[in-house]
């Protein structure tokens, strides 16, 4: 079955430091991905998405995600983080399969320290 | 002014009673969905609407009933409440009758069964 996986259940980074998340999908057609942050106690916001095109993508907060088609990849990177970064990181894609819903990772939680 | 909004907040409540999750949309969505997440954190489709019209009915409970009484609004009653129903309900409505594009998400209700 089509599937997103997030291997980085818990990251623990101090201030400055770079990140990247990983996220995996399982289907070798048409995909498009998404990240979504949930910061403590609130809803998930989009972050960015890729549909098609320029592979690498810019979103919101200095983050940016590079789709590699060969690898099944989707991964998060921003090259600083900063506190207010502490938060649950979710991967998910929409895979062309008739399903018409988007099919979750089941997230990372990242901890900033100062 | 929201674009997702669900009441109530927060719904703590005793074991074998009825309740009431509600939520609007006024982005002019056609598509509503309800998500689980549970303890860690995982995101579950339980149903989708598109246009008042059943679309995703996941393996949950028959004590959970969706309801959508016009396209802005998806409600979700559920009876007879056990233990294991705590969680956090995210209400998410798409411009898209699949979800394509992505999903704008409500701040979340969470219940707690007690």
């Known amino acids: 079955a089509q599937s997103v996986s997030q291997h980085n259940h818990h990251v623990i980074l101090s201030e400055a430091a770079s990140l990247e998340l990983g996220c995996n999908y399982s289907?070798?057609?048409?995909?498009?991905l998404f990240w979504y942050v949930q910061y403590p106690g609130q809803h998930l916001q989009l972050l960015l998405k890729y549909f098609s095109g320029d592979p690498l993508v810019k979103g919101i907060k200095g983050f940016e995600a590079e789709f590699i088609k060969s690898k099944f990849s989707f991964n998060l990177r921003k090259p600083s983080v900063q506190w207010s970064d502490t938060a649950e990181y979710f991967c998910?894609?929409?895979?062309?399969?008739?399903?018409?819903?988007?099919?979750f990772g089941s997230g990372t939680r990242l901890q900033v320290q100062p | 002014d929201t674009a997702v909004s669900q009441t109530p907040k927060y719904l703590v409540t005793q074991m074998g009673n009825d309740k009431s999750i509600k939520c609007e949309q006024n982005?002019?969505?056609?598509?509503m969905y309800w998500y689980k997440q549970d303890s860690k954190k995982f995101l579950k489709i339980m149903f989708s609407?598109?246009?008042?019209?059943?679309?995703i009915n996941e393996t949950v409970p028959n004590r959970f009933s969706p309801k959508s009484p016009d396209k802005a609004h998806l409600n979700l009653h559920i009876n007879s409440l056990e233990l294991g129903d705590s969680a956090v309900y995210f209400c998410?409505?798409?411009?898209?009758?699949?979800?394509?594009?992505?999903?704008?998400f409500g701040s979340g209700t969470r219940l707690t069964v007690v």
């Open positions: 609407y598109n246009n008042k019209e059943l679309i």
């Open positions: 998910a894609g929409y895979m062309d399969t008739g399903r018409r819903a988007l099919t």
């Open positions: 998410a409505s798409s411009p898209t009758t699949t979800g394509w594009n992505g999903y704008t």
């Open positions: 289907y070798g057609g048409t995909v498009n």
């Open positions: 982005l002019g969505h056609d598509t």
